[in-house]
């Protein structure tokens, strides 16, 4: 088949969890057809991380949209009661951009990577297929849960703009995907049981097993910049971590990610750690004895959680992150929804290292079952087959 894939962001570096989905099913598709590349990018894309592409794709097409003109278009969309972040991504240039690469790829199938990219595709003849990645209105309604006047107005427009643009996707597209059943759940339509659900994976050559000194207690990783990382962050160095040091004083944080918001920075103490952007987070999981993962709000699967099972490092999470990752409580992770119990938890975990090595290897073993870039690549390709088969 030849492939289009239209993306919002350029997938690489893969600091950012749309990134690292797309690159990785980029690879595996590449495997058995051809793939053509299509991006929109706010910042110049670097040669080299350029080329970490050009082995998958016949041809690339990046589109620069300078953020003044996004801008511009976020606040049209504001008064024509549309997503704001659909016109974040939107420009008159990459649309004309988008249009002309379709002429000349004459593409079998389109795939496009979130309602972000809706606007190139709409109208296109091409069988059409898009990922949700996951529930971007659900992820919008935790988040507004926690913010107040003004932004808590600005969100709660931008969930319902998402919950409708969700829903008339199905209208749209020949199939839809999500990357689980929790936030195929979260979609708002009666048939949202007919998206397919194409996890991520794991690339086990990379993310496995290391030797390495435990300087640190716990960590905790991710895009330092996101929202959700962010509030995970602050609720385990100010709710959870004092509560642990009542027990362990000695006990140490490493909160490990690229882009780290003010509000994170000012963790940092003789205990909190916080590095910014590293070039191997493994080193970061190695070096210490748990991942904590207390996520509060979000949606989708993390990823930090699958690549730490896969270097078998002993996991405690919370009930949001778990709801999509499906691992079996107290055997492959454990999980905390108060800071009581996510404190407990970490204490018992540090304080027997018998039960620590018990918990990675069931977790171990759990990822290394169910999370395979190879597999999660068949499903996708298969979902695109039938619908240039239909």
């Not at 050009?54 to 278009?73: A, G, H, Q, R, T």
């Not at 931008?158 to 839809?176: C, G, P, Q, V, W």
């Not at 990379?206 to 602050?234: I, S, T």
Request: glycine share 4%.
């Amino acid at each position: 088949m030849r492939i289009l894939v239209v993306l919002p962001r350029f997938p690489y570096p893969l600091e950012k969890g749309d990134k690292l989905r797309a690159y990785y099913q980029i690879k595996e598709l590449s495997k058995r057809n051809e793939i053509y590349l299509f991006c929109v990018s706010h910042s110049r894309v670097q040669p080299e991380h350029l080329e970490q592409l050009k082995p998958f794709c016949k041809d690339i097409c990046i589109v620069k949209s300078p953020k003044l003109v996004n801008y511009k278009n976020v606040i049209r969309n504001f008064l024509h009661t549309k997503s704001l972040q659909i016109g974040y991504w939107d420009s008159t240039k990459a649309r004309k951009a988008y249009k002309a690469f379709e002429r000349k790829v004459k593409p079998d199938v389109l795939y496009n990577q979130m309602v972000r990219t809706m606007v190139y595709v709409a109208r296109s003849q091409y069988p059409k297929v898009m990922d949700f990645q996951d529930a971007l209105s659900m992820n919008t309604e935790r988040h507004m849960e926690h913010t107040h006047f003004p932004w808590h107005y600005i969100l709660h427009f931008e969930f319902k703009m998402l919950r409708s643009t969700e829903y008339n996707s199905f209208k749209i597209f020949d199939a839809l995907t999500i990357i689980s059943d929790a936030d195929s759940d979260a979609i708002p339509h009666t048939r949202n049981g007919d998206i397919y659900i194409t996890p991520n994976g794991v690339d086990f050559d990379y993310f496995k097993p290391m030797e390495r000194e435990k300087r640190y207690d716990l960590v905790f990783c991710g895009n330092m910049h996101y929202e959700p990382n962010v509030r995970a962050a602050r609720f385990l160095a100010k709710k959870v971590m004092p509560l642990v040091w009542q027990e362990l004083p000695q006990a140490r944080l490493l909160l490990a990610g690229a882009d780290p918001k003010k509000r994170v920075k000012e963790l940092e103490g003789d205990r909190v750690t916080v590095t910014g952007f590293v070039e191997d987070i493994r080193e970061c999981y190695a070096s210490a004895k748990i991942l904590a993962a207390p996520m509060q709000s979000g949606s989708g699967l993390q990823n930090k959680l699958l690549e730490a099972m896969s270097m078998r490092i002993p996991c405690v999470t919370t009930s949001i992150a778990n709801d999509s990752l499906h691992a079996e409580v107290g055997k492959e992770v454990l999980v905390g929804d108060t800071a009581e119990s996510f404190a407990a938890h970490v204490v018992s975990l540090l304080k027997d290292e018998q039960q620590r090595d018990a918990l990675a290897q069931q977790g171990y073993d759990f990822v290394h079952r169910n999370f395979s870039w190879e597999k999660a690549g068949e499903k996708l390709e298969a979902v695109l087959k039938s619908v240039v088969k239909k």
